[in-house]
């Protein structure tokens, strides 16, 4: 299988959680990794750690809000001074706020859209003319099971999640041209620091590493194959 050994990766919303786990994952292969994520000291702690655990990984970070539109282009802008082409985009960053269509604060769905949705679109736009000129290159969104089916309490989040999977499909269809994939990650539950002391004995839900191995395993494809969308679920099925 193909290697990531040397491979320039970006990915958001990395300090933590899915991202994490995949910053992870590109390090022990040995990739090049951009990385960013909103809260700064959290950002620079992962790429410490990282660096000590895996010492043939290259590692650059740099803190950005990405639910605002300018700092998602400067982090475009900051990726594409660092590497001439990104070969793997992952655009993780979320946020999650509870609530129903009817009853959800106020701006519920201004803010999902602005992080869940926006920020990959304002980067990708941002990063993939290089991906483009070099024929090459794999982008990942992370979705949510959210993306295909509505729930409870879901409200704002479940739209924005929606909308980035039909930016996923577009994407796909105008990068078909140009060798490069698209793939949509819809993950169900995921063991993350927002379901705090959790008690997952039983693994009832995911590791964030499942996600990441099932990212590591769509890049060692042939050229000819490409996975376009991925739903990953509990084996017992959704919470």
């Known amino acids: 299988m193909n290697s990531n050994k040397g491979k320039n990766v970006v990915i958001t919303g990395a300090s933590r959680g899915i991202g994490l786990a995949v910053a992870e994952a590109f390090a022990a292969e040995g990739a090049t990794l951009l990385l960013s994520s909103r809260n700064e000291v959290a950002l620079y702690n992962t790429v410490a750690a990282l660096q000590t655990k895996y010492p043939e990984a290259l590692i650059k970070a740099k803190a950005f809000d990405l639910s605002v539109k300018e700092q998602s282009i400067q982090l475009g802008k900051w990726v594409n001074d660092n590497c001439k082409a990104v070969d793997v985009l992952v655009n993780n ?105 959790y008690d997952n004995s039983k693994n009832r839900i995911m590791e964030a590493k499942d996600v990441a191995d099932i990212i590591i395993t769509a890049t060692k494809l042939s050229a000819a194959a490409v996975i376009e969308d991925i739903v990953l679920r509990p084996q017992l099925g959704d919470l």
Request: hydrophobic share 40%; glycine share 8%; charged share 15%.
């Open 93 to 197: 960053a979320g946020n999650f706020v509870p609530g129903s269509v009817h009853n959800e604060p106020d701006g519920s769905l201004e803010t999902m859209i602005n992080t869940n949705l926006y920020s990959a679109y304002h980067l990708t736009r941002a990063i993939v003319p290089n991906m483009m000129a070099a024929k090459s290159g794999s982008v990942f969104n992370i979705c949510s099971i959210a993306s295909l089916q509505a729930y409870a309490n879901g409200g704002a989040y479940s739209i924005s999640k929606f909308a980035l999977l039909g930016f996923s499909k577009n994407l796909r269809e105008e990068m078909k041209p140009h060798n490069i994939k698209v793939c949509a990650i819809m993950p169900g539950a995921v063991l993350t620091d927002s379901w705090g002391d």
